[in-house]
């Protein structure tokens, strides 16, 4: 730690240390994790429709063909927008 309370990276950088800066870099993170689970969720929730509705992945699956598997993925790709909408807009 250099004596102006920063710790050095490399030659020309430094980061304050403190825990505004840290909190800062937690929750960019953490907005980013966010936002990405929200976009696995709605791509899980197509696969799941198309499944439900028999129209991709029919060897052998069990939820080919199933209506209550194209509702179950119609519902978590909806949650997965609300998701990945909340996180993106949220302030840092």
């Known amino acids: 730690m250099a004596s102006d309370g920063t710790i050095a990276y490399g030659l020309h950088s430094s980061i304050p240390w403190g825990s505004a800066t840290l909190g800062k870099l937690f929750n ?11 976009v ?22 069990f939820m080919a063909g199933d209506p209550q598997w194209a509702l179950y993925g119609a519902i978590l790709a ?4 609300g998701q990945a909408v909340w996180s993106a807009r949220r302030r840092n």
């Open 78 to 81: 909806l949650v997965g927008i």
């Open 40 to 61: 696995l969720m709605v791509c899980l929730g197509g696969i799941w429709v198309l499944q439900g509705l028999n129209i991709a992945f029919l060897e052998g699956s």
């Open 28 to 38: 960019v993170f953490m907005q980013s994790v966010s936002t990405l689970l929200g």
